[in-house]
């Protein structure tokens, strides 16, 4: 007898378990921002906001987390800039950073 009510309880107990984590997982928000569209996004519109780099003679690619950018820029301090403003975006795992210099920039 005390068997089988531990073993209703236990059932109980692990049905509970089962429902509560699907529930959870449910009343998830189903945006990723971690995914490489989101990552890209966030990464343009955070060097095209940036005072000093304005990104917007720059090329950001993401795959897999990693944020590949390209174009050019005047200084080798703005290139920095831009993969430490790249590198701030959560989500991202590293930066490839193809920028070139050129003093006068087009």
């Not at 998830?28 to 989101?38: C, H, P, Q, R, V």
């Not at 795959?63 to 301090?77: A, R, S």
Request: glycine share 6%; charged share 30%.
């Amino acid at each position: 007898m005390i068997m089988k009510t531990l073993a209703k309880s236990l059932t109980c107990l692990l049905l509970s378990l089962v429902l509560s984590l699907s529930l959870i997982g449910a009343g998830k928000d189903k945006t990723d921002l971690t995914s490489d569209d989101a990552l890209f996004d966030l990464v343009r519109r955070k060097l095209a906001n940036d005072p000093d780099v304005r990104g917007g003679s720059l090329t950001v690619e993401v795959k897999n987390g990693v944020v590949t950018i390209t174009g050019v820029l005047e200084k080798e301090k703005l290139k920095a800039k831009a993969t430490k403003v790249a590198m701030k975006v959560k989500g991202v795992k590293k930066v490839d950073n193809q920028i070139t210099i050129s003093p006068t920039r087009n």
